[in-house]
């Protein structure tokens, strides 16, 4: 078994892909459900819901949403907080 490569979106990383021979294939390194099968899943408990349990679950994905942005932009803040911090102290020298 060996690491052939790690690949990379923007700074994140993408596990490594491992070979375990040249006939074997590739084995990915992935979170969750084991990819396309979580989806299904999904898909047939959501057709089994009732509309007024779907408005919910789709008002609660919205209002997920709007807390990550907001907890995103939080983040932006602090960082130009920071920033502006370091910048004055960098003035003062």
Known sequence: MSVKSVRC???R???PEITMGPSEGKMGMEHGMGGEQ???HMK????????????MVMSRMLEEKIMMKEAWIKHL????ETMKMIKAAMDKM
């Not at 047939?44 to 408005?55: F, G, Q, R, S, V």
Request: glycine share 12%; charged share 40%.
């Open 9 to 11: 979106i923007g700074k």
């Open 13 to 15: 990383l993408i596990g």
């Open 38 to 40: 979580g989806t299904d």
């Open 44 to 55: 047939m408990m959501w057709e089994k819901l009732d509309e007024k349990t779907k408005k």
């Open 77 to 80: 803040q602090h960082k130009i």
